[in-house]
Protein backbone atom coordinates (compact mmCIF):
# COMPACT_ATOMS: atom_id res chain seq x y z
CA UNK A 1 0.00 0.00 0.00
CA UNK A 2 1.10 3.10 -1.01
CA UNK A 3 -0.45 5.07 2.01
CA UNK A 4 2.14 3.25 4.27
CA UNK A 5 5.90 3.77 1.87
CA UNK A 6 7.88 6.68 2.94
CA UNK A 7 8.19 9.58 0.36
CA UNK A 8 10.60 12.40 -0.42
CA UNK A 9 9.44 16.18 -0.42
CA UNK A 10 11.58 18.93 -0.77
CA UNK A 11 14.47 16.94 0.15
CA UNK A 12 13.01 15.11 2.96
CA UNK A 13 12.28 11.79 3.53
CA UNK A 14 8.72 10.96 5.04
CA UNK A 15 8.43 8.17 6.66
CA UNK A 16 4.59 7.03 5.14
CA UNK A 17 2.00 9.79 3.65
CA UNK A 18 0.27 10.00 6.64
CA UNK A 19 -1.00 13.27 7.70
CA UNK A 20 -2.62 14.96 10.80
CA UNK A 21 -4.23 17.78 9.58
CA UNK A 22 -4.03 21.22 11.15
CA UNK A 23 -6.74 21.48 13.81
CA UNK A 24 -6.94 23.91 16.34
CA UNK A 25 -7.27 22.00 19.78
CA UNK A 26 -7.50 24.70 21.94
CA UNK A 27 -4.74 22.96 24.12
CA UNK A 28 -2.33 25.52 24.66
CA UNK A 29 -1.63 27.97 27.06
CA UNK A 30 -3.48 31.85 26.28
CA UNK A 31 0.08 33.20 25.85
CA UNK A 32 0.37 30.32 23.10
CA UNK A 33 2.80 28.21 25.06
CA UNK A 34 3.04 24.46 24.03
CA UNK A 35 2.12 22.91 27.23
CA UNK A 36 2.06 19.35 28.80
CA UNK A 37 -1.29 18.54 27.20
CA UNK A 38 -0.72 19.68 23.89
CA UNK A 39 2.47 18.35 23.76
CA UNK A 40 0.98 14.85 24.91
CA UNK A 41 -1.99 15.05 22.40
CA UNK A 42 0.62 15.40 19.48
CA UNK A 43 3.17 12.88 20.55
CA UNK A 44 0.27 9.94 20.99
CA UNK A 45 -0.57 10.88 17.47
CA UNK A 46 3.30 10.49 16.48
CA UNK A 47 3.34 7.11 18.46
CA UNK A 48 0.53 5.71 16.59
CA UNK A 49 2.04 6.01 13.35
CA UNK A 50 1.18 9.62 11.98
CA UNK A 51 3.79 10.14 9.23
CA UNK A 52 3.63 14.09 9.26
CA UNK A 53 1.82 16.25 11.80
CA UNK A 54 0.66 19.82 11.01
CA UNK A 55 0.12 22.27 13.91
CA UNK A 56 -2.78 24.50 13.10
CA UNK A 57 -3.02 28.05 13.54
CA UNK A 58 0.28 28.89 14.24
CA UNK A 59 0.20 33.06 15.04
CA UNK A 60 2.92 34.95 14.38
CA UNK A 61 1.82 37.68 16.33
CA UNK A 62 0.32 38.16 20.13
CA UNK A 63 -3.27 37.84 19.83
CA UNK A 64 -6.16 36.61 21.98
CA UNK A 65 -6.87 33.97 20.04
CA UNK A 66 -6.62 30.49 21.81
CA UNK A 67 -3.62 29.01 19.46
CA UNK A 68 0.08 28.20 19.43
CA UNK A 69 1.77 31.68 18.98
CA UNK A 70 5.32 31.71 18.33
CA UNK A 71 6.02 35.37 17.63
CA UNK A 72 8.72 35.73 20.25
CA UNK A 73 12.02 33.90 20.82
CA UNK A 74 11.25 32.77 24.17
CA UNK A 75 8.52 30.54 23.03
CA UNK A 76 11.07 28.67 20.78
CA UNK A 77 12.30 25.92 23.24
CA UNK A 78 8.21 24.86 24.02
CA UNK A 79 8.38 23.84 19.79
CA UNK A 80 11.88 21.92 20.06
CA UNK A 81 10.65 20.13 22.81
CA UNK A 82 7.54 19.14 20.64
CA UNK A 83 9.61 18.71 17.70
CA UNK A 84 11.90 16.39 19.81
CA UNK A 85 9.06 14.53 20.99
CA UNK A 86 7.43 13.83 17.48
CA UNK A 87 10.68 13.23 16.13
CA UNK A 88 11.53 10.18 18.58
CA UNK A 89 8.78 8.65 16.97
CA UNK A 90 10.17 9.30 13.32
CA UNK A 91 7.29 11.67 12.27
CA UNK A 92 8.05 15.06 10.62
CA UNK A 93 6.05 18.60 12.67
CA UNK A 94 4.93 21.24 10.69
CA UNK A 95 3.73 24.54 12.03
CA UNK A 96 1.09 26.41 10.01
CA UNK A 97 1.58 29.91 9.85
CA UNK A 98 -1.59 31.85 9.80
CA UNK A 99 -2.49 35.54 9.90
CA UNK A 100 -6.18 36.35 10.88
CA UNK A 101 -8.54 38.24 8.46
CA UNK A 102 -8.45 41.19 11.26
CA UNK A 103 -6.44 43.96 12.20
CA UNK A 104 -4.93 42.13 15.24
CA UNK A 105 -3.29 45.19 16.72
CA UNK A 106 -6.37 47.12 16.85
CA UNK A 107 -8.35 44.24 17.85
CA UNK A 108 -5.69 42.72 20.84
CA UNK A 109 -5.69 46.65 21.64
CA UNK A 110 -9.31 47.17 22.79
CA UNK A 111 -9.22 43.91 24.01
CA UNK A 112 -6.75 44.53 26.26
CA UNK A 113 -8.92 48.01 27.23
CA UNK A 114 -11.95 45.54 28.12
CA UNK A 115 -13.78 47.11 25.22
CA UNK A 116 -15.55 44.00 24.45
CA UNK A 117 -18.55 45.61 22.54
CA UNK A 118 -16.20 47.44 20.62
CA UNK A 119 -14.14 44.08 20.13
CA UNK A 120 -17.41 42.67 18.32
CA UNK A 121 -18.23 45.30 16.26
CA UNK A 122 -14.81 45.32 14.77
CA UNK A 123 -14.04 42.09 14.36
CA UNK A 124 -17.46 41.87 12.25
CA UNK A 125 -16.44 44.71 10.34
CA UNK A 126 -12.89 43.40 9.92
CA UNK A 127 -14.13 39.50 8.62
CA UNK A 128 -15.59 41.37 6.14
CA UNK A 129 -13.17 44.64 4.66
CA UNK A 130 -9.99 44.22 6.56
CA UNK A 131 -9.14 42.11 3.11
CA UNK A 132 -9.59 45.43 1.52
CA UNK A 133 -8.17 47.88 4.21
CA UNK A 134 -5.23 46.60 5.19
CA UNK A 135 -2.68 48.80 3.40
CA UNK A 136 0.33 47.37 0.95
CA UNK A 137 2.67 48.83 3.74
CA UNK A 138 1.23 46.68 6.05
CA UNK A 139 1.16 42.99 4.44
CA UNK A 140 4.86 44.01 4.24
CA UNK A 141 4.37 44.11 7.68
CA UNK A 142 2.97 40.99 7.77
CA UNK A 143 5.21 39.22 5.48
CA UNK A 144 8.00 39.96 7.59
CA UNK A 145 6.55 39.23 11.04
CA UNK A 146 5.49 35.30 9.01
CA UNK A 147 9.00 34.96 8.30
CA UNK A 148 10.62 35.25 11.62
CA UNK A 149 7.87 32.83 12.69
CA UNK A 150 9.40 30.51 10.61
CA UNK A 151 13.15 31.15 11.77
CA UNK A 152 12.05 30.15 15.10
CA UNK A 153 10.09 27.60 13.93
CA UNK A 154 13.42 26.65 12.08
CA UNK A 155 15.62 27.16 15.32
CA UNK A 156 12.97 24.76 16.90
CA UNK A 157 13.73 22.00 14.52
CA UNK A 158 10.09 21.86 13.50
CA UNK A 159 10.30 20.53 9.57
CA UNK A 160 8.12 21.91 7.48
CA UNK A 161 6.48 25.58 7.53
CA UNK A 162 2.87 25.54 5.92
CA UNK A 163 1.45 28.45 4.90
CA UNK A 164 -2.22 29.21 5.67
CA UNK A 165 -3.25 29.59 2.23
CA UNK A 166 -7.17 30.57 3.91
CA UNK A 167 -7.89 33.23 5.99
CA UNK A 168 -6.44 36.67 5.28
CA UNK A 169 -4.40 34.63 2.56
CA UNK A 170 -7.36 33.39 1.23
CA UNK A 171 -9.70 36.54 1.52
CA UNK A 172 -6.51 38.06 -1.00
CA UNK A 173 -6.47 35.43 -2.86
CA UNK A 174 -10.93 35.65 -3.14
CA UNK A 175 -12.64 36.65 -6.03
CA UNK A 176 -15.99 37.37 -3.92
CA UNK A 177 -14.08 39.06 -1.07
CA UNK A 178 -11.05 41.27 -2.64
CA UNK A 179 -12.60 43.91 -4.42
CA UNK A 180 -9.20 45.69 -4.36
CA UNK A 181 -8.63 48.02 -7.26
CA UNK A 182 -4.66 48.49 -6.41
CA UNK A 183 -2.11 45.48 -7.57
CA UNK A 184 -3.33 43.06 -5.21
CA UNK A 185 -6.89 43.23 -6.14
CA UNK A 186 -9.10 42.33 -9.74
CA UNK A 187 -6.93 40.06 -11.75
CA UNK A 188 -6.18 36.37 -10.80
CA UNK A 189 -2.72 37.64 -11.14
CA UNK A 190 -3.41 40.57 -8.57
CA UNK A 191 -5.08 38.48 -5.92
CA UNK A 192 -2.73 36.20 -5.31
CA UNK A 193 0.31 38.47 -5.67
CA UNK A 194 0.54 39.12 -1.49
CA UNK A 195 0.57 34.97 -1.21
CA UNK A 196 3.14 34.43 -3.81
CA UNK A 197 5.51 36.98 -2.45
CA UNK A 198 4.69 35.10 0.98
CA UNK A 199 6.11 31.80 -0.63
CA UNK A 200 9.16 33.84 -1.87
CA UNK A 201 10.03 35.66 1.13
CA UNK A 202 9.52 32.18 2.90
CA UNK A 203 12.02 30.26 0.69
CA UNK A 204 14.42 33.05 1.12
CA UNK A 205 14.28 33.14 4.87
CA UNK A 206 14.03 29.35 5.47
CA UNK A 207 15.70 27.75 2.31
CA UNK A 208 16.34 23.76 3.61
CA UNK A 209 12.86 23.62 5.52
CA UNK A 210 10.23 22.01 3.05
CA UNK A 211 7.51 24.34 2.26
CA UNK A 212 3.85 23.63 2.55
CA UNK A 213 0.19 25.37 1.04
CA UNK A 214 -3.06 25.12 1.72
CA UNK A 215 -4.69 25.79 -1.23
CA UNK A 216 -8.48 26.22 -0.57
CA UNK A 217 -10.72 25.95 -3.53
CA UNK A 218 -14.02 27.71 -3.23
CA UNK A 219 -16.58 25.10 -4.55
CA UNK A 220 -19.95 26.35 -6.46
CA UNK A 221 -21.40 25.27 -3.42
CA UNK A 222 -19.36 26.40 -0.81
CA UNK A 223 -16.85 28.57 0.64
CA UNK A 224 -15.65 32.69 0.02
CA UNK A 225 -12.00 32.42 0.69
CA UNK A 226 -9.62 31.13 -1.68
CA UNK A 227 -9.46 30.55 -5.47
CA UNK A 228 -12.11 29.26 -7.77
CA UNK A 229 -12.15 25.82 -9.17
CA UNK A 230 -10.60 27.17 -12.93
CA UNK A 231 -8.49 29.31 -11.15
CA UNK A 232 -6.81 26.44 -8.67
CA UNK A 233 -4.77 24.54 -11.80
CA UNK A 234 -2.79 27.80 -12.47
CA UNK A 235 -2.42 28.98 -9.32
CA UNK A 236 -0.74 25.47 -8.12
CA UNK A 237 1.28 26.09 -10.97
CA UNK A 238 2.60 29.37 -9.79
CA UNK A 239 3.08 28.49 -6.35
CA UNK A 240 5.04 25.59 -7.05
CA UNK A 241 7.58 28.01 -9.26
CA UNK A 242 7.53 30.00 -6.30
CA UNK A 243 8.57 27.31 -3.89
CA UNK A 244 6.32 25.63 -3.13
CA UNK A 245 6.82 21.87 -2.19
CA UNK A 246 3.66 20.55 -1.00
CA UNK A 247 0.21 21.35 -1.48
CA UNK A 248 -2.82 20.79 0.89
CA UNK A 249 -5.56 21.32 -1.57
CA UNK A 250 -9.08 21.60 0.72
CA UNK A 251 -11.95 22.93 0.65
CA UNK A 252 -12.44 26.94 1.61
CA UNK A 253 -14.20 27.31 4.93
CA UNK A 254 -12.04 29.63 6.53
CA UNK A 255 -13.29 32.64 6.04
CA UNK A 256 -16.40 34.39 6.36
CA UNK A 257 -19.76 32.35 7.91
CA UNK A 258 -19.68 29.07 8.75
CA UNK A 259 -22.87 28.56 7.19
CA UNK A 260 -21.19 29.19 3.80
CA UNK A 261 -19.16 25.76 4.93
CA UNK A 262 -21.68 23.69 6.80
CA UNK A 263 -24.87 23.65 5.34
CA UNK A 264 -28.14 23.92 8.14
CA UNK A 265 -28.64 20.70 9.37
CA UNK A 266 -32.26 21.51 10.42
CA UNK A 267 -35.10 22.31 7.97
C1 LIG B 1 -11.87 21.69 15.49
C2 LIG B 1 -11.25 21.94 14.15
C3 LIG B 1 -10.17 22.81 14.07
C4 LIG B 1 -9.57 23.08 12.83
N1 LIG B 1 -8.48 23.92 12.79
C5 LIG B 1 -7.89 24.14 11.60
C6 LIG B 1 -6.74 24.98 11.52
O1 LIG B 1 -6.23 25.51 12.52
N2 LIG B 1 -6.19 25.18 10.30
C7 LIG B 1 -6.69 24.60 9.17
O2 LIG B 1 -6.14 24.83 8.10
N3 LIG B 1 -7.76 23.78 9.20
C8 LIG B 1 -8.37 23.54 10.39
N4 LIG B 1 -9.43 22.69 10.44
C9 LIG B 1 -9.85 21.94 9.22
C10 LIG B 1 -9.19 20.55 9.20
O3 LIG B 1 -7.80 20.67 8.97
C11 LIG B 1 -9.76 19.67 8.09
O4 LIG B 1 -9.47 20.21 6.85
C12 LIG B 1 -11.23 19.51 8.19
O5 LIG B 1 -11.54 18.97 9.44
C13 LIG B 1 -11.77 18.61 7.04
O6 LIG B 1 -11.16 17.37 7.10
P1 LIG B 1 -11.03 16.50 5.79
O7 LIG B 1 -10.22 17.36 4.87
O8 LIG B 1 -10.32 15.26 6.21
O9 LIG B 1 -12.41 16.27 5.32
C14 LIG B 1 -10.05 22.43 11.67
C15 LIG B 1 -11.12 21.53 11.76
C16 LIG B 1 -11.70 21.29 12.98
C17 LIG B 1 -12.85 20.30 13.04
Given at each position: MNILKPITIGGQEFKNRVLFPPLTT???????????????????????????????????????????????????????QLADNVHAYGAKLGVQIFHPEYNSEVLNALFAAGKMEEVRSQLHHDMDHFVNEVTPEELDQIIDKMCACALRAQQASVDVVSIHGDRLVGALCSPIMNTRSDEFGGSLENRTRFALMLVKAMKAAVPEMVIEYKLPVITPERGKGGVSIDEAPIFAQWLEQAGVDMLHVAQANHTGNMADTIPPMGV
Open positions: GYEDKDGTINEQSRAFYTRLAKGGVGYIVLGDVAPIPSFAVTPKLYDDSQIDCFR
